[in-house]
Nanobody
């Protein structure tokens, strides 16, 4: 069982930055093939933001955040980060960390079996 704990959310003005962290349980981190960040705004569907393969570091970010958000990992700390810059009010959402053990690493919910509780990001104009 993979346990994920997010942190780093908060309130920021438009144009500001935040860094989210997702710590995975040490005993199961080696079994993870893909980690991701999703977000869900009120009244909207959950959308994939970015994914990363912990082993290779290869990553992908959705077009809506490309150039502003960066996903990275620190395997020594079993932690994945989401660096968010140039934040916009439309980035306001609950952000969730997810982990998958299949070979597929794309930002689609069905490939992720483990989820954190989420951390709120609010961007004011």
């Amino acid at each position: 069982q993979v346990q994920l704990v997010e942190s780093g959310g908060g309130s920021v003005q438009a144009g500001g930055s935040l860094r989210l962290s997702c710590a995975a349980s040490e005993s199961t981190y080696s079994s993870i093939n893909c980690m991701a960040w999703f977000r869900q705004a009120p009244g909207k569907e959950r959308e994939g933001v970015a994914v990363i393969r912990p082993t290779s570091g290869s990553s992908y970010a959705a077009d809506s955040v490309k150039g502003r958000f960066t996903i990275s990992r620190d395997n020594a700390k079993n932690t994945v980060y989401l660096e968010m810059n140039s934040l916009k009010p439309e980035d306001t959402a609950m952000y969730y960390c997810a982990a998958g053990t299949t070979s597929v690493c794309v930002p689609q919910q069905r490939y992720f079996s483990y989820w954190g509780r989420g951390t709120q990001v609010t961007v004011s104009s």
